[in-house]
């Protein structure tokens, strides 16, 4: 109803043919390694990344150039609607955001786009500490919530095709991150299913040496236990591709990357394109891209960027927008993409009829460009995290909201200092090489610390000053008196470390929460990756020295 009165007020259409012009936006789905329209053609992601950059605070620290804040582009009624005309004029149906927020109202912009006929493809993570840590990775509560959130938030929209679980967290050397993003993309694409939700599980990939690059692709789609079983698969592999610049051709750009994906078996499709290194940048890519040599193996490509962008390599984006937010301006890369992408007429074969369904083969062996264990981590546990925070003798109470750079270096700390003691770290480490994952590697960082802090106290004899931690710690009057108190209450809450379940919808539970108190719902609970024995690596301890990079580093929005 509403749709056909707007169009009404715009276009001043008779109503009658209203009903031809505007339809519900229809589903894509996944057949095999192909997207596919409810009529059966190919679907193709013709697209364009649409957020405006966050703050970026160019330092050592921030080698990747990653935004520390994000505006969140489709809260923004208003700006949604000052863009769609360019967007339409650019021939897109799909756009990328990077990074949104659960907590406000997306329903303008999200009609806007339906209503146009444009799909979105949703980043879960946020930027610092809401995304997983390539670093110091870990799957863990705070961002599996975080992740559900949205979903939650945006489920009720007809035109999100995809939610990527991660983009640019696994990195050449820092393969040993992979195993984190593969347990995140089994616990989402488990946690749509059970909301009816038939959106596709995505990642964004950077590119790299295919001796790592093209191990991660089959491994985020591979089935660690044999079976051919899709539960730990994405659906849809993105790669950040900058090969192409100036006027080049296939055979220069992109013929290589092309045949290393000759066989995959999910969609894949560029989640960013554009040249990065020699302006300006012709768009001429997007030929190869959608014509015949690359559409059986790639569906189409995300164009970075509408908006501005900055990074080390310069400055892209194919429109300005006044300072008052009403108007804009678009740039020549604006009429080159527009040219590009209205010539484009890839190919609609194969039919969906004849497309053949995935399988999904055993992972890639681990070698010495390749490190990830085929052991996933377990799926975040927040009833048995809650728990055990409930029951601990020492708690963490920070006195700023902005606690997580303090987290990082109190763990530093933390551990440093449980190690002179005689104990370790390693039940809140993990370790996605050895495929090993302490039992509170799924908990927040704060209940990490929380634990670190309460073994210290009590290897300490309960010394209040041991529970201080230049006062971020606080002794909790209900904590049970017994001796190795932490350790007891990890072992009654954390009843199946290693289990893998269907996540549901949690309720935020703010940090030095009292919830919970009896035990974990171990009822939902398989045992897929097994209990996993806890190794004594006294390296634990220096290893979690990079301990602070949690507050600082996250796999966010980067260009190359
Ligand atoms: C989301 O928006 C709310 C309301 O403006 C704000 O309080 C909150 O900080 C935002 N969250 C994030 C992660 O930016
Ligand atoms: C990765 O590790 C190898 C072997 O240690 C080293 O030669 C190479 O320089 C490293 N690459 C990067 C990008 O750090
Ligand atoms: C490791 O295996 C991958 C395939 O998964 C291969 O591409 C890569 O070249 C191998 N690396 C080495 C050093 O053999
Ligand atoms: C946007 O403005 C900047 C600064 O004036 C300019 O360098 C850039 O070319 C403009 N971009 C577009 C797309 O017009
Ligand atoms: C990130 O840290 C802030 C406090 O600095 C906290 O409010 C927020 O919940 C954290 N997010 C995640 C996903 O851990
Ligand atoms: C927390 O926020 C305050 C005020 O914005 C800022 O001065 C401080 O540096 C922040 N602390 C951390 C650890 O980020
Ligand atoms: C808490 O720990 C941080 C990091 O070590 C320290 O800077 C701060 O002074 C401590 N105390 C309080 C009350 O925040
Ligand atoms: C435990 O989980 C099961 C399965 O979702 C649910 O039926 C049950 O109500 C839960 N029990 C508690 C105490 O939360
Ligand atoms: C969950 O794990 C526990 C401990 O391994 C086991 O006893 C229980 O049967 C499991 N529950 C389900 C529903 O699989």
């Not at 991660?166 to 989402?188: H, L």
């Not at 009833?383 to 997580?404: I, K, R």
Request: net charge negative; proline share 5%; charged share 10%.
């Amino acid at each position: 109803m509403l749709k056909a009165f707007r169009a009404t007020v715009l276009f001043g259409l008779a109503a009658t043919s209203l009903l031809s012009t505007v339809q519900a936006i229809t589903k894509v789905q996944r057949v095999g390694r192909y997207l596919y329209n409810e009529d059966g053609s190919r679907f193709y992601i013709k697209g364009i990344a649409y957020q405006e950059q966050g703050e970026v605070v160019q330092s050592a620290d921030n080698p990747f150039g990653e935004p520390s804040s994000f505006i969140d582009p489709l809260s923004l009624g208003s700006a949604c609607s000052r863009d769609l005309p360019f967007l339409k004029e650019l021939g897109v149906n799909a756009i990328r955001i990077y990074s949104v927020n659960s907590s406000l109202n997306h329903d303008d912009c999200m009609k806007t786009f339906s209503d146009a006929g444009i799909y979105t493809i949703i980043d879960l993570a946020l930027p610092l500490n809401g995304s997983i840590d390539r670093v110091v990775p870990s799957w863990s509560t705070n961002i599996l919530n975080q992740y559900i959130a949205t979903i939650d938030t945006f489920s009720k929209y007809d035109n999100v095709l995809a939610y990527n679980v991660g983009n640019e967290v696994v990195v050449q050397n820092g393969t040993a991150a992979a195993p984190f993003v593969k347990a995140a993309a089994r616990d989402i694409k488990a946690y749509l299913k059970s909301k009816g939700s038939s959106a596709l599980v995505g990642y964004a990939a950077i590119n790299g040496a295919s001796n790592w690059r093209d191990a991660l692709a089959n491994y985020l789609s591979c089935d660690p236990s044999n079976a051919n079983s899709d539960s730990t698969s994405i659906d849809l592999y993105g790669l950040n591709d900058y090969e192409w610049c100036g006027d080049s051709t296939f055979q220069q750009s992109y013929a290589g990357t092309n045949g290393d994906y000759a066989g995959y078996n999910v969609a894949a499709y560029f989640s960013e394109f554009g040249c990065i290194t020699s302006p300006p940048r012709l768009w001429t890519e997007s030929a190869a891209l959608f014509g015949p040599q690359m559409a059986p193996v790639w569906s189409g490509g995300i164009a970075f960027s509408y908006f501005p962008a900055t990074s080390a390599q310069g400055q892209f984006g194919m429109v300005n927008i006044s300072s008052d937010a009403t108007t804009v301006t678009t740039g020549d890369d604006f009429d080159r993409l527009k040219t590009q992408y209205g010539q484009l007429s890839p190919p609609n074969s194969p039919d969906m009829g004849s497309a053949t369904s995935s399988s999904f083969p055993s992972c890639p062996s681990t070698n010495d460009t390749w490190v990830a264990s085929t052991n996933l981590p377990p799926t975040p546990n927040a009833a048995a995290c809650n728990c055990l925070e409930s029951t601990l003798t020492c708690q963490f109470t920070p006195s700023v909201s902005n606690y997580t750079a303090v987290v990082g270096s109190l763990l530093d700390t933390g551990c440093s200092l449980l190690g002179q003691a005689g104990g370790n770290c390693n039940d809140i480490g993990s370790n996605g090489q050895t495929g090993v994952y302490g039992r509170l590697s799924d908990c927040d960082p704060t209940i990490k610390l929380s634990f670190v802090m309460s073994q210290y106290y009590e290897l300490n004899n309960r010394n209040a000053q041991a529970c201080s931690f230049a006062g971020n710690g606080t002794v909790n009057p209900l904590a049970p008196s017994s001796s190795a108190a932490a350790n007891a209450a990890a072992s009654s809450c954390i009843s199946n470390p290693g289990a893998t379940f269907t996540p549901s919808a949690v309720s935020t539970s703010g940090n030095g929460a009292q919830s919970g108190g009896g035990s974990s719902n171990t009822s939902q609970n398989t045992t897929k990756n097994g209990a996993v024995s806890l190794v004594g690596d006294i390296n634990a301890i220096i290893g979690l020295g990079a301990m602070a990079v949690i507050g600082g580093i996250s796999a966010l929005w980067t260009l190359a």
